[in-house]
Every structure is written in C-alpha cells, then in structure tokens.
C-alpha cells in the first residue's frame, strides 16, 4: 500500500508562486513515476506534470515553463518526497491539485490541495 499526503496549496494573486510537496510513503518498490495533476470546478482532472522514476520529466502544454517538478530527496523504497514549484501563477491555474503516483502498475491519489489564483 501506499500513501501520498500533499502540502502547499493556498490563494495566491495572479504572477506570484506557490510550492506544492506531496510525501509517498509505503511499500514503493517498482514505482514508475510520480507526478502532479489538477481539476478545477466543471473540468476533467488533467495533467500537470510527472517525473519517472529514470528522472524524465513531462508537462501539461498549459504550465510549460512556468512550473518544475522535482524530487527533493534521494528516495528509498520507503519514502519519497516530490514538489511542484509553481511561477507565474494565473487565474486558470486555480484549481484542486493531486499527487499522483504509479506503484507496480497500480494509480495512487493523494486527497488534494486546494490552489487559488485571484486578485
């Protein structure tokens, strides 16, 4: 089993930054990626960026060369710690974000953080 708990989120205006933590922990052996995907109000859940566990990266076209994702530890087969750091943040970006993680072909969520852009 495993766990993602994320951090971070908050009500930010538009063009400042917010850095978003999502904490895996369990049994992560055979993990292929983690990343980070968003759902606002009325909208499907999209992609917003996801790191393989061989340290390739991929983005929604929407948050290209305005978010970066990263791990921000070594890992283990236990824990692992992930960000998401958030620039240029716009009024679209406002949304409800999840950690996302693929263990042995099986999807894990975390329960959300909340990301508000507004002035």
């Known amino acids: 089993q495993v766990q993602l708990v994320e951090s971070g989120g908050g009500l930010v205006q538009p063009g400042g930054s917010l850095r978003l933590s999502c904490i895996a922990s369990?049994?992560?052996?055979?993990?292929?990626?983690m990343g980070w995907y968003r759902q606002a109000p009325g909208k499907q859940r999209e992609l917003v960026a996801i790191r393989t566990s061989g340290g390739d990266t991929h983005y929604g076209d929407s948050v290209k060369d305005r978010f970066t994702i990263s791990r921000d530890n070594s890992g283990n087969t236990v824990s692992l710690q992930m960000s998401l750091q958030m620039n240029s943040l716009e009024i679209d970006d406002t949304a409800d974000y999840f950690c996302?993680?693929?263990?042995?072909?099986?999807?894990?969520w975390g329960q959300g953080t909340q990301v508000t852009v507004s002035s």
């Open positions: 996302n993680a693929v263990v042995r072909n099986t999807n894990y």
């Open positions: 369990g049994n992560l052996g055979g993990l292929a990626w």
